[in-house]
């Protein structure tokens, strides 16, 4: 009787951390897909789609990439 006592409660114990785990996820302001977004042109970033131009990268930093390739 005293192991299942143990195994209820780490049952219960791991439960109820997954779902203090979910709601805490819920409630940081991070929205899917933030991730894989490019911070910046760098480290291989690229749209994905083929098109030259990274996502997220404005006109004045790709032209300050294209000098130091230079």
Do not use: C, Q
Not at 6 to 27: C, D, K, P, Q, R
Not at 45 to 56: P, Q
Request: proline residues 3%; negative net charge; aromatic residues 12%.
């Amino acid at each position: 009787m005293r192991n299942s006592v143990w195994i209820v409660l780490t049952v219960g114990v791991a439960f109820v951390g997954s779902l203090l785990g979910y709601s805490v996820s819920s409630h940081t302001g991070v929205e899917p897909g933030f991730f894989e977004l490019p911070e910046a042109g760098g480290y291989g970033a690229s749209a994905g789609g083929g098109s030259g131009a990274s996502e997220g990268v404005s006109s004045d930093m790709e032209e300050y990439y294209k000098k130091l390739l230079e």
